[in-house]
């Protein structure tokens, strides 16, 4: 596969600023020129960091708002990029303390996967197939014969050559007094619509969340979920049946994802299991 030949600078750490965010595969620190280096942790595989480097700039490219890329550097051999710092709050934080405000943020969070969807990927963008296969394979907890069925599933389901995002939950989209802002690339492919909004469906209705909180959030969740499915059925090239067998896929693959969540992964397996009888 083609993919952009990615100028990486040799950096000293000395360079980093404050620490101001972190997460499972990265951390974010200050850099100079109101800017941040968001710099993956050494346990990461490097197509983690290609991934999002590539998507981000096929997104810039196609006029999404994505925190602008300013290039990528190595840091005691561990990778990152250099992105426009982001104030703010994301919209699902904003929504725990302004929750009446879902129908309308609910407009803007499908009108900017739509913008997302309207690009065509770039051929250096891994497939969306590839992805879920990768993913569903990982999701060991699952019985055998209910991956097998996944598997199977996706191989018959058409491809596409969109953009897609991945990850698109209400936690990835930032918003600032610019407007809102899509964040998270590292699952950008090139792939089907409909099957992105089945996984922004999975990613919604399923929390990451400690134990204690799971069954407290699963109903806001599930309300969120409604919601989103209510608006996108309205879609013209929406189908039902199509979609139906993608949920199956992108609940399997989840899986994948989310080995440390022990009520998450409980939760997807019966979402599968319901798929699939």
């Not at 991956?147 to 191989?155: C, G, T, Y």
Request: charged fraction near 25%.
């Amino acid at each position: 596969m083609n993919r952009i030949n990615i100028d990486i600078r040799e950096v000293r750490k000395s360079k980093l600023g404050k620490k101001v965010a972190q997460g499972q595969c990265s951390e974010v620190f200050i850099w100079e020129n109101s800017r941040v280096c968001k710099l993956f942790r050494d346990f990461i595989p490097p197509l983690n960091f290609e991934f999002e480097y590539n998507a981000c700039i096929a997104a810039m490219s196609g006029r999404i708002p994505v925190p602008v890329v300013h290039g990528a550097v190595r840091i005691e051999n561990r990778l990152g990029i250099i992105f426009d710092r982001i104030d703010g709050r994301n919209m699902d934080i904003d929504l725990r303390y302004r929750f009446w405000k879902l129908k309308y943020y609910m407009n803007i969070f499908i009108d900017l996967q739509n913008r997302i969807h309207e690009v065509v990927a770039p051929k250096n963008l891994y497939s969306q197939h590839e992805l879920l296969e990768n993913w569903i394979n990982r999701s060991t907890p699952l019985p055998k014969r209910l991956r097998d069925a996944a598997i199977k599933a996706l191989e018959q389901l058409p491809e596409g050559h969109q953009l897609c995002h991945g990850d698109y939950h209400f936690g990835n989209v930032m918003l600032n007094d610019n407007g809102p802002i899509v964040i998270d690339w590292q699952t950008g492919s090139s792939g089907n619509p409909l099957g992105d909004i089945a996984a922004t469906e999975i990613l919604n209705l399923v929390p990451i969340v400690p134990s204690m909180l799971f069954h407290i959030v699963l109903p806001i969740c599930k309300k969120r979920t409604a919601l989103y499915r209510q608006y996108c059925q309205k879609l013209s090239w929406f189908n039902e049946e199509d979609y139906r067998i993608r949920l199956f896929v992108a609940a399997a693959a989840r899986i994948g994802n989310v080995l440390h969540n022990r009520n998450a992964v409980q939760h997807l397996v019966k979402i599968v299991e319901k798929q699939y009888n």
